[in-house]
């Protein structure tokens, strides 16, 4: 152990640390890591006197990555791919989109872009001001620009990678050029994403050659327990608690769950999802393999593992989510009539699959198929994100989540949805369930606790704020808080409503306004609430309040929308197109977030 004169020589005096803040105050994120890097080599007697500082390297010899993340998954593959390009000698500039000035693009010469895709169509909430200036006039010409694009999206949305490809398009037309085509993928995104990091590098390394910056770069040491678990190597956690929270006679099912992340380290910050890994029912499983007249233990390929059919279709395939590629799969499979001309019709073919789970695809158009042919044409089993209902700061080791069970009536079988079953009725508690937790730095409590909030949650968007309020507690925060809350009923739907009346007795909660639907004859949303309320709701507006919604992005957050623009056009005194001009402000401001799915 250090003695206290060797403890008192090993710190930094007040000045010294005043000067290194003072110091490191600007830096990037890369150069706080490359720093570090410097002073580890340093301390250990390294030689560091030719390590290069920024202005000695060439702009040409920098590789820049790009991310426009929602949920984090773009995130997650740039900053694997930036990882692997410095591995192979390149200097890389890893940025997300919402941190890079688009007009600097001008100065980029080898840029490589990862991006999800959000809603219909839209751009991450970080990539829109970059996707806007390259879409408007004031985009410069590109002509020393070579690039690439890696899309990620989902097929069974009408878009698909909509943003990666209009990212592709807009640089094309300012005379960028392409180092490979843009790759696009589905929701089981890893192989393809790895597949194309790995061409890109090599290309990319070609085009540029070993930098100096790069090569000289001391290695960081690991960062610990709080990074260690990831979507790709998650924790085993202990389910506490599943309970229902919505009443007897409600048309929902609606579960409160607690997990223990034991001595895991993970951290996690309002705002934040936590990713769950679930293993599919058994009984569908069953159900399925003998609607194909299969054998369950027979010997199946995924993923570079061999695993029975039934481990297959347990826990490594997804069967309760369908894709419009299964349906065109099983269509030329069975040569079923119906399901082809479905096939054909991709709007009606997405509409279908997102109603009609693989078993029922299946029953509906019978066809025999080989084991491995069928495993191959599945989506691999991907983790549900579900918006942390919790404070760290008072649950400690304790993540909670609101679970809306899926459950639906198909040919008078009862089909569920494959985590929220996990998680609310077939994990029994104290099982063991994988988690990991994924940072959305898109819905973030403002950083002055003075400053006042407009929350927007109706069913199960309730969940981020009651974790704002449990912080906003904690943290003995000051600023207004106004949520904006409905559902079907008040007596069976009210989710965790006595909380909700403690806080607005207690004056942390400054004003709530409810909406329930089927409480009257004609249905009332929390849209309406916001126009009854216009007037305030600008005013809080006007004096800086940060806006938030969450909860279902089809219908919802449309209508909220709308309704929004309306209020900020008539009590703002404003044309539609400045009111929505000033609703994109407040998004740029980040004083407009939203959590939509």
């Known amino acids: 152990m250090l003695s206290e004169q060797n403890l008192n020589q090993t710190m930094l005096n007040a000045e010294q640390l005043s000067s290194l803040k003072e110091a490191i105050g600007t830096y990037s994120p890369l150069q706080l890591a490359w720093a570090s890097g410097y002073l580890a080599a ?51 500039d890893l940025k997300s989109m919402g941190e890079f000035k688009p007009k600097s693009i001008k100065n980029v010469t080898h840029l490589l872009i990862v991006a999800s895709t959000n809603g219909e169509g839209e751009a991450p909430d970080d990539a829109i001001a970059l996707h806007e200036f390259l879409a408007s006039k004031k985009a410069p010409k590109l002509e020393s620009l070579q690039y690439s694009v890696l899309a990620l999206g989902d097929t069974s949305y009408e878009f698909f990678c909509q943003t990666g490809k209009d990212f592709d398009e807009y640089l094309s037309k300012l005379g960028a050029k392409a180092i490979t085509p843009r790759v696009d993928c589905d929701v089981d995104y890893e192989e393809a994403a790895a597949a194309w990091s790995q061409e890109i590098i090599a290309k990319t390394k070609d085009l540029l050659g070993e930098s100096e910056v790069a090569s000289n770069v001391v290695a960081m040491p690991t960062t610990g327990a709080a990074s260690q678990y990831t979507k790709q190597n998650p924790y085993s956690a202990e389910l506490s608690v599943s309970q229902k929270i919505t009443g007897r006679d409600s048309a929902k099912d609606v579960r409160h769950v607690e997990i223990d992340l034991g001595e895991s380290g993970l951290t996690y910050q309002v705002g934040d999802a936590l990713g769950v890994w679930f293993e599919n029912d058994e009984a569908l499983v069953d159900e399925l393999i003998a609607t194909l007249n299969l054998s369950a233990s027979e010997s199946v390929n995924v993923a570079n593992e061999t695993l029975t059919l039934k481990e297959a279709l347990v826990s490594a395939l997804e069967i309760t989510q369908t894709s419009v590629n299964f349906v065109t799969f099983w269509a030329e499979q069975s040569k079923d009539k119906a399901l082809l001309a479905l096939a054909q019709d991709k709007n009606a073919a997405r509409e279908y699959a997102a109603n009609h789970q693989v078993v029922d695809v299946v029953k509906a158009a019978p066809a025999s198929v080989e084991t491995q042919v069928f495993v191959d044409a599945l989506r691999k089993i991907t983790p549900r994100l579900y918006s942390i209902a919790s404070s760290q700061a008072e649950m400690e080791e304790e993540v909670h989540l609101t679970v809306g069970l899926v459950e639906y009536d198909e040919n008078g079988q009862t089909r569920s949805g494959g985590a929220s079953s996990f998680l609310g009725k077939r994990l029994e508690e104290g099982g063991a369930v994988k988690v990991f937790v994924e940072h959305n730095d ?156």
């Open 42 to 92: 340093k301390s250990e007697g390294t030689s560091v006197a030719s390590l290069p500082t920024a202005s000695g390297a060439k702009a040409s010899s920098t590789l820049t990555i790009l991310y426009g993340s929602q949920t984090g998954n773009a995130k997650g593959v740039a900053k694997s791919l930036a990882d692997q390009a410095t591995a192979q000698g390149l200097s890389v």
């Open 442 to 597: 898109n819905f973030r409590l403002p950083s002055d606790g003075n400053t006042p909030v407009i929350m927007i949650g109706p069913g199960t968007g309730i969940a981020p704020f009651r974790a704002f309020m449990q912080e906003r507690e904690a943290t003995e925060a000051t600023g207004d808080n106004w949520l904006f809350f409905g559902d079907q009923t008040f007596t069976q739907d009210f989710l965790y409503q006595v909380e909700w009346q403690g806080y607005l007795k207690s004056g942390l909660l400054t004003n709530i306004d409810l909406a329930f639907s089927r409480d009257q004859a004609e249905k009332i949303y929390v849209q309406d609430r916001l126009r009854e309320k216009a007037a305030e709701v600008y005013a809080w507006l006007e004096r800086g309040a940060h806006l938030y919604i969450c909860g279902d992005m089809s219908r919802m957050a449309k209508d909220v929308e709308t309704a929004l623009i309306d209020i900020i056009a008539e009590h703002g005194n404003k044309t539609n197109e400045e009111a929505q001009q000033y609703l994109k402000d407040l998004r740029n401001a980040k004083r407009y977030q939203k959590d939509v799915y």
